[in-house]
């Protein structure tokens, strides 16, 4: 099952923080078109469709508020500003135009992340996976196995969730570390990892010590596949 990938329009004329924000955000699995400038940011909008706009106030050819303004008059798409400037007038400017979200520099990658998944979230469509037996609800949070519901800690949905969205790939325990955990800051090793599939196999596999759905691949990592 191949999920489409959220498209992001990254407005921001600093280049070290326009490369270091496109790396790290194509690394969670979006797809990342990076502008410097007004005139550029807009030539992207205008070419390509996307899911959110990430863009600083300050821009070397105009205003990010005169931007935003013009995009409110013909779309709803989320819009998170950054700004370096300190001030309430221009957050309350901001959120007047319609801007969904505002931060100000120097900001946490890991809340940014955050910030951006639950703007994705309140615009996503109803998400359903499906492989064998399994289902999963993205919207309500709930996995079925067949008619009976399944009950997961927070955890175990991640685990679930980044490997039905990524079925057939072996993903290595780097992977899940930064996927699952990194993004709440907190330290964990590699046998977290080993831990928690061995909890999240005892509830979705009918024989855990012989798993049909999560498989470990020797040396790689772990693969979701259909039994």
């Known amino acids: 099952m191949d999920k489409i990938k959220n498209r992001i329009l990254l407005i921001e004329d600093d280049i070290d923080l326009q490369e270091g924000l496109s790396f790290s955000l194509e690394a969670e699995g979006y797809q990342v078109d990076c502008a410097a400038t007004k005139k550029e940011g807009e030539k992207f909008y205008r070419k390509n469709p996307y899911d959110l706009i990430v863009m600083d106030c300050n821009l070397p050819d105009g ?87 399944i009950s997961l800690s927070t955890v175990e949905y991640r685990l679930l969730l980044y490997f039905m969205e990524n079925p057939e790939q072996i993903l290595s325990k780097e992977q899940i570390l930064s996927h699952v955990w990194d993004h709440d800051g907190q330290f964990v090793d590699d046998n977290t990892v080993s831990v928690n599939i061995r909890r999240l196999r005892i509830k979705i596999e009918q024989k855990p010590s012989a798993p049909e759905y999560l498989k470990t691949v020797h040396g790689l990592g772990y693969i979701f596949v259909s039994p």
């Open 63 to 149: 205003s990010g508020f005169t931007l935003c303004e013009e995009i409110r008059k013909q779309s709803g798409i989320p819009i998170l500003m950054l700004t370096a400037r300190d001030t309430e007038m221009d957050e309350v400017r901001a959120l007047s135009l319609g801007v969904d979200d505002y931060m100000k520099k120097p900001f946490s990658l890991a809340v940014l992340k955050l910030r951006i998944r639950n703007l994705l979230k309140k615009t996503a469509p109803d998400e359903t996976f499906q492989i064998g037996e399994l289902i999963l609800q993205k919207k309500t949070g709930k996995i079925y196995k067949g008619n009976r519901e």
